[in-house]
Nanobody, 119 residues
Framework: QLQLVEFGGGLVQPGGSVRLSCVASGSDFSIYAMSWYRQTPGMQREFVAGITSGDLANYAGSVKGRFNISRDNTKGTVYLQMNNLKPEDTAVYLC?????????????WGQGTQVTVSS
């Protein structure tokens, strides 16, 4: 399993941009599928974007065209570039790793980083 730590959150104005980083420690980062989720108080955790070990990316409809997920296996890091931010993007953003062929029971999660979009 990996240990995950997120960085890069903060206060951003509407229309602005921010890049989140999720740094993993542990072995074989390159084989893991990595994802970003977000959560607001009282709401279920929501999928934002994911990237496979083969660099295939997918996005939630609400962020498609605005967010971009990428990974650097040499640094054990997955990024989330967030552009044209909206107030409804305000949330705690969490990183998740999943091993190949896993059913999710041993997924690892980071502690999350707060992104607040407000003028």
């Amino acid at each position: 399993q990996l240990q995950l730590v997120e960085f890069g959150g903060g206060l951003v104005q509407p229309g602005g941009s921010v890049r989140l980083s999720c740094v993993a420690s542990g072995s074989d980062f390159s084989i893991y599928a990595m994802s970003w989720y977000r959560q607001t108080p009282g709401m279920q955790r929501e999928f934002v974007a994911g990237i496979t070990s083969g660099d295939l990316a997918n996005y939630a409809g609400s962020v498609k065209g605005r967010f971009n997920i990428s990974r650097d296996n040499t640094k054990g890091t997955v990024y989330l570039q967030m552009n044209n931010l909206k107030p409804e993007d305000t949330a705690v953003y969490l990183c998740r790793s999943r091993r190949p062929y896993s059913d999710g029971r041993d997924d690892s999660w980071g502690q999350g980083t707060q992104v607040t979009v407000s003028s």
